[in-house]
């Protein structure tokens, strides 16, 4: 059943798809377009940067579709460094040929969900090789965690941010909300997003997409809830089409390769950019998976922590033929009895008994 899944999920291309239809039969390549966020530049460091200090990154700068004065183009002057963002990513689309077109992600990791808190709690080597196998340690529950005060803390923040850049900046409200199917993202995506003034055109009605899920370890905090408990978590949820009431990729005996995981990622942003014809996209996600998506995206590493947002513009163009890659999906991870003594990069859990499941090397939680 996981390999049907699977199969369905990578071969979702352009050929199946009818919105950008010229997309059929060709590859979909991805660049981010640099010199408008902070995040594009590599002197900006991912660990201390934190969007709500820096207008989330957008740069002060002109562009060519600036008006030559102030009372030109513009009513009332000059506006906003958004609005005159956005008024050049339109241009971008009207000028770019029917085989390319640019889209602005905003992508946010969820809140501290109660399995980074047991992280931090149990020490890294001690949770990926035995704790992360529970589902929970008789106080908290960690099994498709919700968040903890301080991820709820982290959704509030975002969700007065978002209020203060769309009423006094300017910032286009989304067109097209995503979420993992996890429940601390759409928990998250909920509360970021709550009771904003939004255009009726755009308010927040969030589509649960499989392949934005965290890459499928055995941890259980990567097994998701049922299409049913999923959607009482959020008003005017929606699901994508095939979306499987019980999770079928989570088995808790093998954990997804960073290859496969990569590979979905690409299908995922395949999905979007052919079915949606949005240009504003707002995507609640994981650590590791924006990763894979910024990794599909041609854009430098920046690894979110908890609650943080990152934006992209995006070019898409299509290219040739999609070509085939051969790779391997599934993979054993360490695991321990008992919680373990240490880790030790590429060898796995030195655990504190004799017995150890498998010997590759575990991967911190996202």
Known sequence: MRFTVLTSLLTLTPAVLADWRIAKGREIEYSSVEGFFLQDNSSTDA???????????????????????????????????WERFEKY???????????????????????????????????????????????GNGTANWEDPL?????????????????????????????SYYTSPLARCVITARETFANLRLPSSRRFEPVVKESFREGVSIHTCDHRSSRAYISTLSPR?????????????????????????????????????????????????HSGEISKLLTTLN?????????????????AKLVREEPTATY???????????????????????????????????????
């Not at 919680?339 to 590759?360: E, H």
Request: net charge negative; hydrophobic share 35%; aromatic share 12%.
């Open 89 to 135: 990513v339109d241009h971008l689309n009207r000028k770019a040929p029917k085989d390319t077109q640019y889209k602005v992600l905003v992508m946010g990791r969820h809140g501290e969900g109660w399995h980074n808190a047991a992280e931090t709690y149990y020490g890294t080597p001690a949770w990926n090789c035995y704790w992360s196998l529970q589902t």
């Open 237 to 285: 949820i929606s699901f994508e089409r095939g979306f499987a009431e019980h999770d079928e990729l989570w088995t808790g005996d093998e954990g997804e390769t960073a290859e496969h995981q990569l590979a979905r990622s690409k299908a995922v942003l395949d999905d979007v950019f052919v079915r949606d014809d949005a240009t504003w996209v707002s995507i609640t996600s």
């Open 328 to 366: 391997v999906s599934w993979t054993t991870e360490a695991t321990c009895h008992a919680p373990p003594m240490t880790s030790i990069s590429g060898q796995g859990c030195v655990c504190s008994g004799t017995t150890t499941l498998a010997s590759t090397a575990a991967t911190a939680t996202a």
């Open 47 to 81: 660990a201390s940067f934190d969007y709500a200090n820096w207008n989330f990154g957008l740069v002060n700068r002109t562009y060519t579709t600036d008006p030559k004065h102030k009372s030109e183009g513009f009513k009332d002057g000059y506006k906003t460094q």
């Open 299 to 315: 854009h430098r590493a920046f690894r979110l922590s908890t609650g943080q947002i990152i934006p992209v513009l995006v070019k």
């Open 147 to 175: 968040l903890t005060d301080a991820g709820l803390r982290e959704a509030l923040k975002a969700n007065a941010y978002f209020k203060s850049r769309f009423e006094d900046h300017g910032m286009p409200p989304f067109e």
